[in-house]
């Protein structure tokens, strides 16, 4: 308790600076020397140091967790990376994880998806459907809660039922940033996901800072997918942050005109994987079809289980009268849950009906 406590105090009038941080965890080897030692000339502004208790009563008002590298819910991917924070501030419900192995936690793993905030609609598409098939396999996506790529990559794991999405913050978690994104953040707490950030409560997301949560967002997870990443994107940084870490790059390609795969091309050139598919990702972790199909009966309704049911047994495409009788459910029911089964990517609609995603029934 006193190590966050005393960490969290220094974080505070060190408002976040990782340099500043650094050098007095160097200087005076535990964080309560650190904070007895703290000079006026280290506030922002000259005055009287705040109160450490003070101050971590303001976390748990609202809503904050502090949890120090070494502790036992501090993410053991985390560990392993280059650059660990001291301590990450967490804001929601952080899932288990396995380390880059995949020991130790479960799931598969999380996945990292990032790309740029001027995203074409074909980009953002191409990610909800991405994620929202590896988020309905059990694996968690970590993204950025920015615009562009990383909303979609929030917005399709959240389309999977029962998944988890975390958002790692430029900021302190008292403020959401984009606030436009405000709403998007209530429904990743709402859906047990976290929200998490390594700087103090109020600490603004200066430019530098989304730079520095790039090894963060990756740091979180076994593989990075990049979807749309223009040259001098900061994609490119999370990439190489996960190179750096031994983890996992895999980046979707598209054409070779378009500015905005201009990075994601460069990196497919110095051997990051190209996935034409969320199954090429799924497959890379040995997550088998049939254990693809086995997690989204898992996780589908009693409906849905049913439709499934009678489309596995159809043995090709049925159609919607055909699937009534087989299953013995209303009209509106089959057709509400195909909606959501076809959202989710475990049915796919062709020429004479519906039938279970292809990859699933190899």
Known sequence: M????YYNAVAVVCDGDRGKILRLQKQY??????WQNLSSEALPMPGTLPDPREEWEKLSKANVRLIMKGGEEYPKLLEEI???PFGIYIRGTLPVLPNAAGAGGGTGGAIAVVGTRRATPDGKTTT????RKLAGAGMPIVSGLAFGIDAAAHEGCLEAKGATTIAVLAGGLADVYPRNHARLAEKILAARGAMISEYP??????PLRFLERNRLISGL????????APLGSGSLVTARHAAEANRDVFVVPGPVTHANFKGSHALIRQGAELVASPDDILAAYGIAPAERLALEEKNATAEEKLILKALHDARGAADVDKIIIMTKLEP???NRSLSFLLLRGAVVEKSGGYTIETTWNS
């Open 2 to 5: 006193d190590k966050a406590l």
């Open 29 to 34: 080897g535990n964080w309560e020397r650190a």
């Open 82 to 84: 280059p650059d660990p």
């Open 128 to 131: 909800r459907y991405f994620t």
């Open 201 to 206: 409560l109020h600490a603004p997301p200066y």
């Open 221 to 228: 997870a076994r593989g990075t997918l990049i979807v749309e």
């Open 332 to 334: 509106r029911v089959v």
